[in-house]
């Protein structure tokens, strides 16, 4: 069986976990993270940038910082993961989802204009598979309507939108580092700041000032603010470490993966059989995901069938937020939903991870290929 994601590994992530172990420093912010965080902001150009527990927590940290009330409204596509949407419920707003373009399954950026109320107060992008999206007219919008931008780059480490950094182009950026993401720590993620607020590292200590008591900057610490536990564990940064260090080699070996694949399955998208994932220009992706879309949900499911039985594992994802029971309650969809909840059933995600062989590759495109000559002549 070929499986659809392996968690990435490279090597010297197990001397690190044992450094970190002798160096009697296990809680968060000590020699590792401190590494992960200069590699993130000179990789990213971030003013700053804090790991987190989890990439959903750097959504809930991005979503406090905008210092939301009840009722504001947050402008997001419906084609993403649940915690796009929780951060901003948590934070006491209202999703308001508007429909996604169907070439590269981001916010369709046409539609953010017009879904705008006297309510909005952000616009939350998700980078769909490290694409970026369409930064320069959501910046333009922003900026003439008074809003915030969160981007959700949990899927786009080291993936650009004309030359910056995605995650460093609006207000926070946030990543994950999930063992499902390109780099990984078992569970983390980090938030990206584009300029420097004091707030930010307040939240992620329990809402005190103790990163400046660390620093000798105050005598004592206290509770100052809203916040949480949002900070990891040396352990779980002392693996990043092991990844960073060798993000060159994981995004190129990705990218080779992922071209491979466009090359082998080109010959059926261009029959008409498959849709083929788009970059548009001006993008630089990380081959977070290799995926394809079918005619319709019944012809992918006996897709799903097909490989499963011929020994390739692959997923699809991402009820649409909107139909889902949370979404209905705690938001709304703005306009009509031409693509979302169609491409959606549509789309599967072929195995991809670093590490992955070509002929695996060649023999999970070439099954994709045998599934369509047996069954649709
Ligand atoms: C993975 C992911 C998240 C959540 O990240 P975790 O680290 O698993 O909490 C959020 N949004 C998107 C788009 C993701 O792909």
Known sequence: MIPFNVPPYCGREDAYVLEAIHSHKISGDGAFTKKCHAWLEEHTGAARALLTTSGTHALDMAALLCRLEPGDEVIMPSYTFSSTANA?????????????????????????????????????????????????????????????????????????????????????????????????????GALLLRQEDPRAEVIREKGTNRARFLRG?????????????????????????????????????????????????????????????????????????????????????ALIAYLKANGVGSVFHYVPLHSAAAGLRFGRFHGEDRYTTRESERLLRLPMYYGITDSDVLYAAETVAAFYREGRK
């Open 217 to 301: 900057q105050v005598d004592k610490y206290t509770w100052e603010d809203l916040g949480s536990s949002y900070l990891p564990s040396e352990l779980n940064a002392a693996y990043l470490y092991g990844q960073l260090e060798m993000a060159e080699e994981i995004n190129a070996a990705r990218l080779h993966a992922w071209e491979l694949y466009r090359q082998a399955l080109a010959p059926l998208a261009d029959r008409g059989y498959i849709d083929l994932p788009h970059i548009p220009d001006g993008c630089a992706h990380n081959a977070h995901m290799f995926y394809i879309k079918a005619r319709d949900l019944n012809e992918r499911t």
């Open 88 to 188: 901003f419920v948590l934070a006491g707003a209202v999703p308001v989802f508007v429909d996604i373009r169907p070439d590269t399954m981001n916010i369709d950026e046409t539609l953010i204009e017009p879904a705008i109320t006297p309510r909005t107060r952000v616009v939350c992008v998700v980078h769909y598979a490290g694409v970026g999206c369409e930064m320069d007219t959501v910046m333009d919008i922003a900026r003439r309507r008074g809003l915030k931008v969160v981007e959700d780059a949990a899927q786009g480490v080291m993936a650009s939108y004309k030359g910056t950094a995605l995650g460093a182009i609006g207000d926070y950026g946030c990543f994950s580092f999930h063992e499902s993401k390109n780099y990984s720590m078992g569970e983390g």
